[in-house]
């Protein structure tokens, strides 16, 4: 009996024990009794990676199977509770259309033909592949490109073959600018689990930030909390989200304009002496050159360039001022929008230094106190081999840094300057998803001589692989162990909470035998990753048995999260102060002070296409799993009610969208709806895969990164802006 959208909340909502089996069967408990009716019950507390928030979670198994997930109580990214992508882990468990065994391509690559093979062939083929491209072009021609933890083990194992061409799309894609852009002007980032203190907020900004619609689990219940406790929110979006829902100020603003609203919001808080001035004298530098930089903008310009009333504008920029410094201007996540990131991301971060929110309580909490025990490792690896050539995945960015420009890699795979790249290991990322221009990645797919993937779920990346080996999902794996950043630091762990399914195994475990078929097995000196991580959790001082029990351990005398005079902030500048006058972006012949830079309009008959993320789904990794696919089965394009009533279409209409290269979706519903602007329209993101395997999924709605066929690349950073397409929409016939 199928599980119904009912069903699935209903178990969620109540914490039933009962689960879904393989084959969609209600839980049967007489299913899990042992031989003399007794069930083997044990709760295994673990880390969630159903998305990248990385909750933890206690798992309900009985007689070894898997029947309920529920939030661990310990772990201060889920306090108890799990968002329904968490709950479905089992889903993905239990997930029929699985990788189950490694597969070696037989026929042209995309025709998903096949052929199943032992690991032992399947490892041979790949180490036999990477020593032929060693020899004919070097060991830089190989690449890395990877998100998740699997990727720590393939980073080991390409450096030991001697390349360091290695990326990963969540920086280039997603949070690079902005964290460069924090970076030059605070010497940190706000975080991958953002450091943001909105429980004690008197009033929190969001820049297109859909909290409500990204599940990530302990922000949203942050930003619950301070709205109930009479926080004012301000949502600057085009679209009306979920989050403006809640807002007093909802400014519907032009798309590609927020950096005119930032720096009128700046101007107006200095010249109206709503700036923190103590903090601004005794932790900035070049305050005066931001006074003077920003003079000219006006309301009244900022009125013209953004759409918003120029009262509106004043309004809520006193409105900050006036709570400051217990304000929370949120930094965002996607900040990869125009080409011109890094400069808006540079605004938004000096709003924050001069309303005094850095380090403050409201604001923006400091990074934990890092002990010096935690840079100890169990085993010392061989030195690594130095690379003769540089690393292609900065390309002529000064500021690209982190995990890499992914765009880079494949543009040297496709030109093959500055030298040529033939390989790529892909591991648990999607580039037909994610990267920008699908017709670019597909050619330098075709020019590659080895692609391996890594990967659960058969997306459309892996089929087009020459060699897919299957890794183990979460729930049946040891992973390394995880730090996690809040107002303290502390240390979860990811064990198996089953065995492996089918012959599916952990990233350690593929890594170390692709290793040593290339005889670089001195990289992996471990025969058990357990035994690794429990000499590691032994040199940090952590119990490992507790570990194992709670999930979540706590490190003492780590929370640092407020300016106090016993806790001095520290900033990674290079002056050791807080940068809004930037000599570093200055010596590189890029402006100090941000300057308003303005963006493509949409021609006439066109629309703006935005994207962004369902509450139930993260991208299009989840689009299969059974109880979310009930949830939510394809996506819609929003269309503003104007503009459908003169195109002649009306809500559930199917009609096909096209891009200004002429590139078009598949059919897609509409919402016809006045939540958003008439220029733009909308879709939520990772619908319509182009896997046969992912059976559930199949063209499942329109896949707005098919019409992605443009993008700006940030020359601060390498970032790829993604929103400066336009589609027409043309209805289904």
Known sequence: MAVTRRDFIRFSALGLAGGVLAAGDFFNPLMAMGPEGQKDIRHVPTVCFMCFWQCGVIARVENGRLVKLEGNPYHPLSRGKLCARGNAGMGLLYDEDRLKAPLIRTGPRGENRYRKVSWDEALGFVADKMEGIKKKYGPEAMALIMHGPGGDFFMNLLQAYGSMNIAAPSYSMCIGARNEAFHMTFGDNPGGAERVDMVNSRVIVFFGTHLGENMHNSLNQDYAEAISRGAELIVVDPR???????????????????????????????????????????????????????????????????????????????????????????????????????????????????????????????????????????????????????????????????????????????????????????????????????????????????????????????????????????????????????????????????????????????????????????????????????????????????????????????????????????????????????EELEMYGFDPIPEYTPVDEPPDGYFRLLYGRSPVHTFSRTTNNRWLWELKKENEVWVNHSAAYRLGIKTGDRVVLENQDGVKSNPVKVKATSRIRPDAVYMVHGFGVRSRDLKRAYLRGADDQRLITRYKMDPITGTAGMRVNFVKIVKEA
């Open 240 to 582: 009306f989200s979920t989050a403006a829902g809640k807002a007093k100020h909802w400014l519907p603003i032009r798309p590609g304009t927020d950096m005119a609203l930032l720096l009128a919001w700046i101007n107006i808080i200095i010249r109206e002496g709503w700036y923190d001035r103590e903090y601004v004298e005794k932790y900035t530098r070049g305050f005066e050159k931001l006074r003077e930089a920003v003079m000219k903008y006006t309301p009244e310009w900022a009125s013209k360039v953004t759409d918003l009333p120029k009262e509106k504008i004043t309004d809520t920029a006193r409105e900050l001022g006036r709570y400051a410094p217990h304000v929370c201007v949120h930094p965002g996540r996607h900040s990869t929008w125009h080409g011109n990131d890094a400069q808006r991301e540079r605004a938004r971060a000096i709003l924050i230094a001069i309303l005094g929110s850095w380090g403050r309580k409201g604001g923006h909490y400091l990074k934990p106190k890092k002990p010096s025990y935690l840079k100890k490792t169990p085993f010392k690896l061989p030195p690594y081999p130095e690379m003769e050539k540089d690393p292609v995945q900065f390309g002529d960015y000064p500021f690209a840094g982190g995990e890499g420009v992914v765009p880079e890699i494949r543009r040297a795979t496709l030109e093959e300057t500055p030298y040529p790249v033939k390989g790529w290991i892909v591991i648990g990322t999607n580039l037909m998803k994610s990267l920008p221009n699908q017709q670019e990645t597909l050619e330098a797919i075709n020019n590659l001589d080895l692609l391996v993937a890594v990967d659960v779920m058969p997306f459309d990346t892996v089929k087009l692989a020459d060699v897919i080996l299957p890794e183990a999902t979460y729930l049946e794996r040891y992973d390394p162990l995880i730090k996690v950043t809040q107002k303290s630091l502390g240390i979860a762990l990811r064990q198996p909470v089953v065995k492996p399914m089918y012959e599916t195994k952990p990233a350690w475990w593929i890594a170390k035998g692709i290793a040593e078929k290339l005889g670089l097995g001195a990289y992996f000196p471990y025969n058990d990753y357990e035994d690794y991580i429990t000499r590691q959790a032994e040199l940090w001082g952590i119990d490992f048995e507790e570990l194992k029990r709670q999930g979540y351990i706590g490190l003492p005398g780590t929370a640092a999260p407020y300016i106090t005079p016993d806790n001095p902030p520290k900033f990674g500048t290079e002056s050791g102060k807080i940068e809004l006058y930037s």
